[in-house]
């Protein structure tokens, strides 16, 4: 079973500055998905970015990159330039590539992010 | 185009009732997956379907069915309704081949058991 463990609960950046958000996952596949979902207080769960396991460039999206450490079993995601706007529950999930199967995410429990103004 | 919508937003039910909610795809999304989010936690994996059969199924119990129409709708059902129960419920469509594997969010449906 995969498990997907987000350690900080909370974190606070100023607006325009840049934050890193950590997560770890734990698989025994070796070719899966990973993705960071922004969920801000009016709940809509939002695709961030994500990553295929079998590429080794970092996946970036605007404002957004990750740090995919495969060996490490490390996925953080880097904000730069932070906004009001971010501020959201971000949470980390991990999904199985196999043709055909459950493709089911597994999530971490999220961490809060505030961006102060 | 429109994102995946679910029906109602909110819910009150007491212990006991039953309940269904309700999951339209986006147009071109064969896949429909369920997911319960207790406060504060990340979502919690419930049952997937495909081409209205069910691939995947979380842990648990047989309280919870779902079931997906010929147009991709899909419904969840849970019976006999526990105050754990209370939760948001999210649905995810998604794409089937490979090269597309990104699931995308409904608004959710707030269901609270008294």
């Known amino acids: 079973a995969q498990t997907v463990t987000q350690s900080q609960p909370e974190m606070s950046v100023q607006e325009a500055e840049t934050v890193t958000l950590s997560c770890t996952y734990d698989?025994?596949?070796?070719?899966?998905?990973l993705f960071w979902y922004k969920q801000p207080p009016s709940r809509q769960m939002i695709l961030v970015i994500r990553?295929?396991?079998?590429?080794?460039q970092n996946a970036t999206e605007n404002r957004f990159s990750v740090n995919f450490q495969k060996a490490a079993k490390s996925f953080s995601l880097k904000i730069s330039d932070s906004q009001l706007g971010d501020t959201a529950m971000y949470f980390c999930?991990?999904?199985?590539?196999?043709?055909?199967?459950?493709?089911?995410?597994?999530f971490g429990k999220g961490i809060t992010l505030s961006v102060r103004p | 185009d429109a994102g995946v919508t679910q029906s109602p937003t909110h819910l009150i039910k007491t212990r006991g009732q039953q309940v269904t909610l309700r999951c339209s795809p986006i147009?071109?999304?064969?896949?429909v997956s369920w997911y319960q989010q207790v406060l504060g936690q990340g979502p919690q994996f419930i049952f997937q379907?495909?081409?209205?059969?069910?691939?995947g199924r979380g842990n648990f119990p047989d309280r919870f069915s779902a079931r997906q129409f010929p147009n991709y709708s899909s419904e969840l059902n849970v019976n006999a309704l526990l105050l754990g129960d209370s939760a948001l419920y999210l649905c995810?469509?998604?794409?089937?081949?490979?090269?597309?594997?990104?699931?995308?969010f409904g608004p959710g449906t707030r269901l609270l058991v008294l």
């Open positions: 995810a469509s998604r794409t089937q081949g490979l090269a597309q594997e990104t699931q995308y």
């Open positions: 698989t025994s596949e070796s070719n899966y998905y």
């Open positions: 990553q295929e396991a079998y590429k080794q």
């Open positions: 999930a991990f999904m199985k590539l196999r043709a055909g199967a459950n493709s089911k995410l597994t």
């Open positions: 147009s071109g999304h064969k896949s």
């Open positions: 379907y495909y081409e209205k059969e069910e691939r």
